[in-house]
């Protein structure tokens, strides 16, 4: 067993030391999965890498015992779903209408305002559609939450769900086509 896997361990059974450890040992791949999550954000929120993976471990800790996590590849599953819902929080936060979602904001650029709206709405569709393909399939939607949020690889993919490559290939294929279908 490795390090991390011993220290995931120790965290899910509340111990606060060897959280604290293994995010640091994970920080790196933290830090991936939000570059890759805001990369596909680009201009839609006011979070950047480093506040993205400080506010997802805030929510992985938030909880008096977490949930346990058996792997390296189990916690950065768990944390890319972490990342998608931090980021949907803060589009919905923007489009609230208590803080002013429905007025139009004038940047200096006002170019720009249209782009914004328009980005907003797309990941609020994507999200809704996703919510739907887990209601229908529940292993799609977590391929295409590790592979589109969280950056992971099919092999890694494979190994957190516990199933081959060539099935990861094909439920991301199952995937894009209902998404296609669901956000037209």
């Given at each position: 067993m490795s390090d991390i896997t011993e220290l995931l361990q120790a965290a899910s059974a509340g111990d606060?030391?060897?959280a604290d450890r293994a995010f640091a040992l994970l920080y790196a791949d933290l830090q991936r999965l939000a570059r890759s999550r805001l990369r596909r954000a680009s201009d839609l929120t006011l979070l950047d890498t480093t506040a993205l993976v400080h506010e997802s471990f805030?929510?992985?800790q938030g909880g008096a015992q977490g949930?346990?996590?058996?792997?390296?590849?189990?916690?950065?599953?768990?944390?890319?779903?972490?990342?998608?819902?931090?980021?949907?929080?803060?589009v919905r936060a923007r489009q609230a209408e208590?803080?002013?979602?429905?007025?139009?904001?004038?940047?200096?650029?006002?170019?720009?305002?249209?782009?914004?709206?328009?980005?907003?709405?797309e990941v609020l569709r994507v999200h809704e559609a996703l919510d739907e393909l887990a209601t229908l399939e529940p292993r799609l939607a977590?391929?295409?939450e590790l592979r589109y949020f969280g950056g992971l690889t099919e092999p890694e993919i494979a190994a957190s769900l516990g199933v081959t490559d060539r099935t990861v290939q094909r439920?991301?294929?199952?995937?894009?086509l209902f998404l296609a279908?669901?956000?037209r």
């Open positions: 606060r030391a060897a805030l929510r992985l949930p346990a996590f058996p792997d390296r590849h189990h916690f950065l599953a768990y944390a890319a779903k972490v990342m998608r819902a931090v980021v949907v929080d803060v208590r803080r002013g979602g429905g007025a139009e904001h004038l940047p200096l650029d006002t170019a720009v305002v249209g782009d914004l709206a328009a980005h907003d709405d977590q391929v295409v439920d991301w294929q199952k995937a894009r279908v669901a956000l």
